[in-house]
């Protein structure tokens, strides 16, 4: 079961997209001065497939040459010389297109205008005030040749723009415009996650740079922005404990092999491909190694999830319903394996051949 409201098909082709650009030499402009952890950051450095050291060291063929600019990874001391490509590129003098990251959620500047900031990134060089993340997306975002959202903070607002909270923060569309399209002619590129999965933030960086290499076509995106390939499926849909979903086999506690739906797993209704792809080479992920899942990639997360350690109100009814078919399944199954569990009775070494050969050749 396909969640097809969470899939359905928003910019395979956005107009003027598809235009072939052929950037030689582009740059990579991440702040993670939003309402963040920086978790996207370290996160994506755990990727393999690619590595970000193959994208800037140009070992991906057909790449543009990339020069990337993110603060965790610099090589830089900081301060001005960190921030010499972002105040070029504010002013539109930064000498190639740069594909914008944003990391963090974005605050509400307006509720406090005035008074104080939420959260800035370098300062402005004549009043030694702070620029806030508003003043960089709005000097930036119309100048980037792509804008993309690096994690559910910067995608949806995420943990910090939950209920109760004092910034008023949100994500990047929200603030942007859905419509929103870049210099590109790209739609926000988001990549959700809390933090985001290592190889699916790579794969889409990737995707977008083979586009403004000229040799693919725009990342095809889901109604809210999602690359359609990794987020068109539900968790449950690639869990290897739906066996025991199917079997009606449930997990009472944490310590269980068993499906976790009664636990708190919102798998069935999630948009991910974390259980089907691993975490770091395969290895790792949520509901599929013990941990429930909480819906961390979704536009919803975290408030239509929480108490997370409670079952889903939707997970009792279907877990319920699946209860006397998974019951009855599993007690056929369990007959069948032991039949199968043992080898033919011809299987001996005794004086005789038994298995049933015919040497004579019959029409
Ligand atoms: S653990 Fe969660 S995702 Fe896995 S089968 Fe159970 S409900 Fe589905
Ligand atoms: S499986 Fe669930 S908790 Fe894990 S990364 Fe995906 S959405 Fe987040």
Same mark, same amino acid.
């Given at each position: 079961m396909?969640i097809?409201?969470g899939t359905?098909?928003k910019?395979?082709?956005p107009?003027?997209a598809d235009?072939r @650009?052929?950037?030689?030499e582009?740059?990579?402009l991440?702040i993670?001065?939003?309402?963040?952890c920086d978790g996207?950051?370290v996160?994506?450095t755990a990727?393999g @497939? *690619?590595?970000i050291?193959d994208?800037?060291?140009?070992?991906? *063929? #057909?790449?543009?040459?990339?020069?990337?600019? =993110?603060k965790?990874?610099?090589?830089t001391? #900081?301060g001005?010389?960190?921030l010499?490509?972002f105040?070029?590129?504010? %002013?539109?003098?930064?000498p190639?297109?740069?594909?914008?990251v944003?990391?963090?959620?974005?605050?509400?500047q =307006?509720?406090?205008?005035?008074?104080?900031y939420? $959260?800035?990134?370098?300062?402005?060089?004549?009043?030694g005030?702070?620029?806030t993340?508003?003043?960089w997306?709005?000097r930036?975002?119309?100048?980037a040749w792509?804008?993309?959202a690096?994690?559910? &903070?910067a995608?949806?607002g995420?943990?910090?723009a939950?209920?109760?909270?004092?910034t008023?923060c949100?994500?990047?569309?929200?603030?942007l415009?859905?419509?929103f399209?870049s210099?590109g002619a790209?739609?926000i590129?988001?990549?959700?996650?809390?933090?985001?999965? *290592?190889?699916?933030f790579m794969? $889409?960086l990737?995707w977008?740079?083979h586009h403004?290499a000229g040799?693919a076509?725009?990342p095809p995106l889901?109604?809210?922005l999602r690359? @359609?390939?990794l987020?068109g %499926?539900?968790v449950?849909e690639g &869990?290897?404990?739906a066996a025991y979903y199917?079997?009606?086999d449930f997990? %009472?506690?944490?310590n269980?092999p068993k &499906?976790q739906? !009664?636990?708190? &797993?919102?798998g069935?209704?999630?948009n991910c491909?974390?259980? %089907?792809?691993?975490?770091?080479?395969g290895?790792g992920g949520? *509901?599929?190694?013990?941990?429930?899942?909480i819906?961390?990639?979704?536009p919803g997360f975290?408030?239509?999830?929480?108490?997370?350690?409670?079952e889903p109100?939707?997970?009792s009814?279907s877990?319920?319903l699946i !209860?006397?078919y998974?019951a009855f399944?599993?007690?056929?199954?369990g007959l069948t394996?032991?039949?199968v =569990?043992r080898?033919? !009775?011809?299987?001996h =070494?005794?004086?005789?051949?038994?298995?049933?050969?015919d040497?004579?050749?019959?029409?």
């Amino acid at each position: 079961m396909t969640i097809e409201s969470g899939t359905a098909r928003k910019s395979e082709h956005p107009s003027g997209a598809d235009q072939r @650009q052929g950037i030689e030499e582009i740059d990579i402009l991440w702040i993670s001065e939003g309402m963040s952890c920086d978790g996207d950051t370290v996160s994506m450095t755990a990727s393999g @497939q *690619p590595a970000i050291e193959d994208v800037v060291l140009g070992l991906v *063929p #057909g790449l543009p040459k990339v020069n990337l600019y =993110n603060k965790v990874l610099s090589p830089t001391v #900081g301060g001005e010389d960190f921030l010499a490509p972002f105040r070029a590129a504010a %002013k539109g003098e930064q000498p190639h297109p740069f594909i914008l990251v944003i990391e963090g959620s974005i605050p509400n500047q =307006n509720i406090i205008e005035g008074d104080g900031y939420w $959260t800035s990134f370098g300062n402005d060089q004549e009043t030694g005030e702070p620029l806030t993340l508003n003043w960089w997306l709005d000097r930036l975002a119309p100048r980037a040749w792509a804008v993309v959202a690096a994690g559910t &903070c910067a995608t949806y607002g995420g943990i910090h723009a939950m209920a109760g909270n004092p910034t008023g923060c949100m994500g990047l569309a929200d603030y942007l415009g859905w419509d929103f399209r870049s210099a590109g002619a790209l739609p926000i590129v988001h990549l959700p996650g809390c933090p985001i999965q *290592p190889e699916n933030f790579m794969e $889409t960086l990737t995707w977008v740079l083979h586009h403004a290499a000229g040799s693919a076509p725009p990342p095809p995106l889901d109604h809210m922005l999602r690359p @359609q390939w990794l987020f068109g %499926k539900t968790v449950h849909e690639g &869990c290897d404990r739906a066996a025991y979903y199917e079997q009606g086999d449930f997990s %009472k506690d944490y310590n269980s092999p068993k &499906c976790q739906v !009664k636990i708190g &797993c919102w798998g069935p209704v999630v948009n991910c491909d974390v259980p %089907k792809r691993g975490w770091m080479s395969g290895v790792g992920g949520c *509901p599929n190694v013990g941990g429930i899942c909480i819906g961390c990639t979704m536009p919803g997360f975290p408030d239509a999830f929480m108490p997370f350690m409670d079952e889903p109100t939707g997970g009792s009814l279907s877990s319920t319903l699946i !209860k006397p078919y998974g019951a009855f399944i599993r007690r056929m199954r369990g007959l069948t394996n032991i039949a199968v =569990n043992r080898e033919p !009775k011809w299987h001996h =070494n005794g004086p005789e051949l038994t298995s049933g050969y015919d040497p004579h050749w019959r029409a």
